[in-house]
C-alpha cells in the first residue's frame, strides 16, 4: 500500500518562498507519476508539478513560470518543492499525489493517473 506524507507549507508574505517535501513509501518499482496538485478556494484543482520516477522527467504547470522549482531524491522516494516569488493567487491547499503504475512521462499528464492522494498542507500568501 503506497503511503504519501506531507511536510512543509504555512503562510508568508508576498514573495516569499515556502517549501514542501513529499515522501512516498511502499513503491516495489519505478514508473509511476508523483506530483504537487493544488487548489484555491472555489477554484478547480490544478497541477504544480510532477515528476516521473522511472526517468527523473518534470513538468510544471504554465502558471508556475519558473518559480517554483520540484526536485527529487530518488533513495528517499521524496519530491520537494521550492516555492519562491509567492503571491496572494498562490494561495491554495497544495497535495501530493503518486500514481499506482504510469506507462511513461506523459501518461502523468492526466489528472485522472493519480490514485494516491496526501492530506494536504495549506499555503496562505499574504499581500
Known amino acids: 500500500q503506497v503511503q504519501l506524507v506531507e511536510s512543509g507549507g504555512g503562510s508568508v508574505q508576498a514573495g516569499g518562498s515556502l517549501r514542501l517535501s513529499c515522501t512516498a513509501s511502499?513503491?516495489?518499482?519505478?514508473?509511476?507519476?508523483m506530483g504537487w496538485f493544488r487548489q484555491a478556494a472555489g477554484k478547480e484543482r490544478e497541477r504544480v508539478a510532477y515528476?516521473?520516477?522511472?526517468?527523473?522527467?518534470?513538468s510544471y504547470g504554465d502558471f508556475v513560470k519558473g518559480r517554483f522549482i520540484a526536485s527529487r531524491d530518488n533513495a528517499k522516494n521524496r519530491l520537494d518543492l521550492e516555492m519562491s516569488s509567492l503571491q496572494p493567487e498562490d494561495t491554495a491547499i497544495y497535495y501530493c499525489?503518486?500514481?499506482?503504475?504510469?506507462?511513461?512521462?506523459?501518461?502523468?499528464?492526466?489528472?485522472?493517473?493519480?490514485?494516491?492522494w496526501g492530506q494536504g498542507t495549506q499555503v496562505t500568501i499574504s499581500s
Open positions: 499525489a503518486a500514481s499506482s503504475f504510469s506507462k511513461d512521462f506523459y501518461a502523468c499528464l492526466d489528472s485522472g493517473e493519480y490514485n494516491y
Open positions: 511502499g513503491y516495489a518499482g519505478s514508473r509511476y507519476c
Open positions: 515528476v516521473y520516477a522511472r526517468d527523473g522527467r518534470i
